[in-house]
Structures are given as C-alpha cells and as structure tokens.
C-alpha cells in the first residue's frame, strides 16, 4: 500500500491522520506519520523531511517527497524479494559490512584528522625548491604558451584595435577588454594563463608549421578562421620535452608538497597510536 505525500509545512496535520493501515486490521499498525509501508518496514515524514532539499517552494517539495517514496518502495519490494530468493549462506554479508564500516570510519576520523592538523600554506621559497629538485616530475609532452588572444566576430568593427593590441600593456588592457565585451568577443587577457598548444588552438584555430619560430615570434597575429577573427600575441613559450616553467606549474608544485605533508602527519599519527597501543597493552601479538 503507498501512503500519499503532504506539503511538508503540514507535518503537525499528518501526525494526526489515520491512514488506511492504522488501526485497521493491518497488524500492529504504522507510525501516525508513516507516508508508505512495505513488509515490516515503514517509511516515515520525518525520514522523507530530511531527503528533500532545502529551499524548494511547496509544489516541488511535494514531487521530491513522492519521488523519494516511489523509489523507496520500488526498493524495498526488490530487496524483499532477494532475501526471500537468497539463501542464507549468499546473505551472509557480515564481513564485507564490517569491512566497508571501517573503510567509512578511518576516512572520516583521517579526514578530520588531517583537516584540524595539516598546514596548507606553502611558501614560494619552498616552492620553488621542491621544483628545482623533482624536476623529472614537470616534464612537458607538449608546447606550452603564454599569450594574449582575441576572438571575435567577423563582423566586428577592428578599427584600431589590431595595432593597439599589438602595443598595449597593462595600462590600456581595459580599453581592450572593453571594447571584447561591447562586440560580443572572446578573450583571453590576462597573460598569466599557461597553455598546452593543444589546448590554445582549439580556442584560437591558428596553424602552426614552423612550431618553434612561431612560438618565438613575439609579434602580432592577424587571422581570419570560420567566420572569426582572431587576435594573438605570444608572451612566453616552453618547449616539448622539456621541464615546464615554474609558473606553469606551480599550483601543481603545492599540490604535491601539500600531499607529501598530508601522508606524513598521517603516518606520524598511525606510528604514535601503534606505540601507544603497545606501550600502555592494549595491542599484544600471540605465536
């Protein structure tokens, strides 16, 4: 039997319904708030309250909460079924459970761990240290680019804006970044973006047959492609097969101190809780 669903600023009222199953002949009966039933188990507002997310007006609270209780029917009819068609010996999930428990309880006590404990601050001296030590680890496969490109519409009125890019600095960026943002353009302008050459030419379609002179050249490119008009000013280059430039990669570079911090505070908690365990015989190894 499927129990219907009540806006949920009306939880008081359904406490007090009866429900074709309460008290009426269907055994021992359902919680005054039960909103669904399958065997023995019950499926409450309470329970459903705490599915739907926050925020929704009424009409959509409703069709989440009738949602949740279909499929959790739909479920408990299924799972029914399968420890109806299961002999005991496939149910016998005793290990995997206590496995699967204690998996979720050491990422949990880990996480926190490590949130309330690990410092996250990496300085651009040690940055640059561990750089210039693992540089095997930064090793480019393919070019990668600094640069400043426009892509705009063909249509677009130029004017004057091929040779002020070609010249512009700091100061006149945001005459060009608005002249982009009246003519509909795409842009890249912020210089410090490091790009594969993969990565760069699917936004700016350029060929590229003299790969490394190209890169070099610091001059400005001028290009008409589908029905586009594209800008580009190369700023800086690295070359494949090579270690990246450290601005290209060091967010990286954090990322692998901060981690390399991350597995040292844990084993330096798990090596302090196993002498401890010892120390004080609440862990002892038997022949």
Known sequence: MQGRVLPFGWWAIACGLCWGWIGCGDGAGAPAEALARVGEHVLTANLVAQRIPQGLNMDDSTTAANRYVDQWMREQILIAQAEAALSPEETAFDEELTAYRNAL?????????????????????????????????????????????????????????????????????????RWCVENGAIYGLDGDTWWTLSAFT?????????????????????????GRHFLVRFLEHALKDEVAPFSAVRSEVVEMIVHRRQQELLLAMEEQLVLKAWAEGDAEKFD
Request: hydrophobic residues 40%.
């Open 105 to 177: 309880l050491l990422h949990a006590f880990k996480e926190r761990y490590i949130n309330e404990r690990l410092d996250t601050e990496v300085s651009e001296e040690e940055a640059l240290s561990f750089y210039n030590v693992n540089q095997a680890s930064f090793m480019l496969s393919d070019y990668a680019v600094r640069a400043l490109f426009i892509n705009a519409p063909e249509t677009a009125v130029m004017d004057t804006i091929p040779q002020a890019f070609a010249e512009v600095d700091s100061t006149g960026m945001l005459e060009i970044e």
């Open 202 to 226: 699917k936004e700016v379609p350029m060929n590229f047959y003299r790969t490394e002179s190209q890169l070099s050249s610091r001059r400005l490119v001028d290009f008409e492609a589908d």
